[in-house]
């Protein structure tokens, strides 16, 4: 049973650009939330997506926008990137019975 | 708002030492509580979990006990190994509008020396 995954799992982009990136949740599971995990800080809680809508947002800007597919993967999409949007970007996917969150191993982001 | 506070690290013991890494919260309701561990290049995995007062969540020799009266969740094990080495997480569970999220502490970075 594979758990969650992502991709890419490194990304180099410049000031400006666009990126996109992607989560399969973990076989079962129907509910997919997004983290960005700044260099040694805690992941900080972007928003959560249930049966292709966004249910609950964090504190980020519009700039940050998601998608979820009928399968239940995922993706993350941020425009118009800026030096402080460089960071670990965690997937994690929960099923609708439990309250335990899965994660997967992450995006590495480096905006220059 | 829902939050948390960790020990500050790093954290540096030797090997069979015992590990105390506190963490508080604040909190509305009664969210239940996790530590999370990541280790280096990885994403993060459950460690434990409890989910409501006095709850102790145990797994691979940690342990910690829910304490509604100190709002605490305390990660505690009795003799570390090297392998332990890796950043912690104590986190709790937001329920709101239907959605739950997590809220992290800011992490405490523990390194065991043989």
């Known amino acids: 049973d594979a758990g969650v995954t992502q991709s890419p799992t490194h990304l180099i982009k410049t000031r400006g650009q666009q990126v996109t990136l992607r989560c399969s949740p973990k076989?079962?599971?129907?509910?997919v939330s997004w983290y960005q995990q700044a260099l040694g800080q805690g992941p900080q809680f972007i928003f959560q997506y249930y049966e292709e809508e966004e249910r609950q947002r964090g504190n980020f800007p519009d700039r940050f926008s998601g998608h979820q597919f009928p399968n239940y993967s995922s993706e993350l999409n941020v425009n118009a990137l800026l030096l402080g949007d460089s960071a670990l970007y965690l997937c994690?996917?929960?099923?609708?019975?439990?309250?335990?969150?899965?994660f997967g191993p992450g995006t590495r982001l480096t905006v220059l | 708002g829902n939050s948390v506070t960790q020990m500050e690290g790093p954290v540096t013991l030797s090997e069979e030492a015992f590990l105390t890494i506190n963490c508080t919260y604040t909190?509305?309701?009664?969210?239940?509580l996790f530590w999370y561990v990541q280790y280096p290049g990885e994403g993060l995995q459950l460690l434990l979990k409890?989910?409501?007062?006095?709850d102790k969540g145990s797994n691979k020799g940690f342990e910690a006990t829910y304490r509604k009266e100190t709002t605490s969740f305390h990660l505690e094990k009795g003799s570390v190994q090297v392998s332990d080495s890796a950043v912690y997480f104590c986190a709790l569970s937001d329920l709101n509008q239907g959605a739950q999220k997590l809220v992290f502490g800011q992490g405490t970075r523990l390194t065991i020396n043989p």
């Open positions: 409890a989910t409501k007062a006095d």
């Open positions: 994690a996917s929960r099923g609708l019975a439990g309250n335990e969150q899965f």
């Open positions: 076989s079962g599971h129907d509910t």
């Open positions: 909190a509305t309701g009664y969210p239940s």
